[in-house]
């Protein structure tokens, strides 16, 4: 018996275009003598579109700017894809009962490939587990602690990983009594300092402050984001990333380390330029290899993760600390991506990575 797989794509959040791009790889790699998929399309303004139609109605008014090169084959060798479930396109503004009910009873398994708020953040999750039906990936509470800096950080703290000193700033302390906060920033931590909004992702709204001045704009800039800003110390760094994939007892791949073409790895450096260097395994010694692939897996059980995360480190350039960044819930998802990639190199191919996801979302289900 093929297994149906609804493949959520799009969505609401500035990574929506990525997301079309992993889904479209995620399509194309389920194997049709396996499953049947189910394309399912959340516009851009939050509705739902349904069956074969969903994917070319997304990237037709997907922006152009945003789609990497090589999705318009994707989208080419998408009208080919074969196991498709017929299902007639469906638009139209829908409740949530409505929503809950828009996968057929014949869906086994939901892979939301939603990156960023309203997607990746447990908001989808909990519609999902509304339905009752079993998803890849991580749950509604380990969905929003990662897509959230300050509460993950309390996690990681928690599990007592090693975390970079750090504080929260309320955009609202902060306009009320601005000196205060620049001051509580400067007796904390040294400058270079990282400011980031709580709630994001692809380095949107991210800045590093050398100076007040810096701290300053760089405060302004968050806080158009969002309420809430992590203001946390800077350090000269590798960045080392490691793909993590199990329930109960998660498991980690070889690590890798992202070389940015600029200073930092921002939004520039991420999707703009791309040129940044990838090297997998990452040119470090086996202790630390080690090191870093242990504290992946504390993390994702600090998060109570499930299914996937990709967990990523700063290694100081000058002493050698570890430090841990962020877990990811929903890494970038294609073939060419870190988490797909240090998973290859470990050993497991792409199609058998979906097929290990799938498993572990009917194992998480209890069924
Ligand atoms: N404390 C830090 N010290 C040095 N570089 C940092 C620090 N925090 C973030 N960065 C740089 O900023 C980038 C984006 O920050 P990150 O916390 O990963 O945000 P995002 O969730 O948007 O990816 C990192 O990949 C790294 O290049
Ligand atoms: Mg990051």
């Known amino acids: 018996m093929k297994k149906t797989i609804a493949v959520l794509f799009g969505g609401q959040s500035g990574e929506h275009e990525v997301s079309l791009v992993s889904a479209q790889a995620v399509i194309a790699a389920l194997d049709p003598e396996k499953?049947?998929?189910?394309p399912v399309g959340i516009t851009k303004d939050g509705r739902w579109l349904t069956g074969s139609g969903a994917m070319p109605a997304l990237l037709a008014a997907a922006d152009p700017a945003l789609l990497?090169?090589?999705?318009?084959?994707?989208?080419?060798?998408?009208?080919e894809q074969q196991n498709e479930v017929d299902a007639p396109t469906s638009h139209g503004d829908m409740d949530l009962p409505t929503v809950a009910r828009i996968l057929p009873p014949g869906v086994d398994?939901?892979?939301?490939?939603?990156?960023?708020?309203?997607?990746?953040?447990?908001?989808?999750?909990?519609?999902?587990?509304?339905?009752?039906?079993?998803?890849?990936?991580?749950?509604?509470?380990?969905?929003?602690?990662?897509?959230?800096?300050?509460?993950?950080?309390?996690?990681?703290a928690a599990a007592g990983l090693p975390l970079l000193p750090w504080l929260l700033v309320r955009r609202a302390d902060w306009q009320r009594d601005p000196e205060a906060?620049?001051?509580?920033?400067?007796?904390t931590l040294h400058y270079?300092?990282?400011?980031?909004p709580a709630n994001m992702g692809s380095s949107v709204g991210v800045g590093k402050a050398k100076?007040?001045?810096?701290?300053?704009?760089a405060i302004a800039d968050a806080a158009r984001y969002d309420r809430r800003i992590v203001i946390e110390q800077g350090i000269p760094a590798r960045e080392i990333e490691i793909s993590v994939l199990g329930n109960e007892t998660p498991e980690a791949s070889v690590p890798g380390e992202i070389v940015p073409s600029g200073e930092w790895y921002d939004y520039h450096a991420k999707y703009i330029h791309g040129q940044s260097a990838i090297h997998?395994?990452?040119?470090?010694?086996?202790?630390?290899?080690?090191?870093v692939r242990a504290l992946a897996t504390r993390a994702f059980l600090a998060i109570d993760g499930a299914g996937?995360?990709?967990?990523?480190?700063?290694?100081?350039?000058?002493?050698?600390?570890?430090?841990?960044?962020?877990?990811?819930?929903?890494?970038?998802?294609?073939?060419?991506?870190?988490y797909a990639k240090m998973w290859a190199a470990s050993g497991l191919r792409y199609p058998d990575l979906l097929d290990r996801l799938i498993l572990l979302a009917l194992e998480r289900k209890g069924s």
């Open 35 to 38: 499953y049947q998929v189910l």
């Open 68 to 79: 990497p090169a090589g999705s318009a084959a994707g989208a080419h060798a998408l009208e």
């Open 109 to 156: 398994v939901v892979f939301p490939v939603l990156h960023g708020p309203m997607g990746e953040d447990g908001t989808v999750q909990g519609l999902l587990e509304l339905a009752g039906v079993a998803y890849v990936g991580c749950g509604v509470a380990a969905s929003a602690v990662g897509m959230d800096k300050a509460l993950m950080k309390a996690a990681f």
């Open 181 to 187: 906060t620049y001051t509580a920033v400067e007796s």
């Open 192 to 196: 270079p300092v990282f400011v980031k």
């Open 211 to 217: 100076d007040r001045d810096g701290l300053k704009y």
């Open 280 to 291: 997998i395994p990452a040119p470090i010694d086996a202790a630390l290899a080690d090191s």
């Open 308 to 338: 996937l995360a990709r967990v990523d480190f700063l290694l100081d350039k000058e002493t050698s600390e570890l430090w841990i960044n962020e877990a990811n819930t929903m890494p970038g998802f294609t073939p060419i991506s870190m």
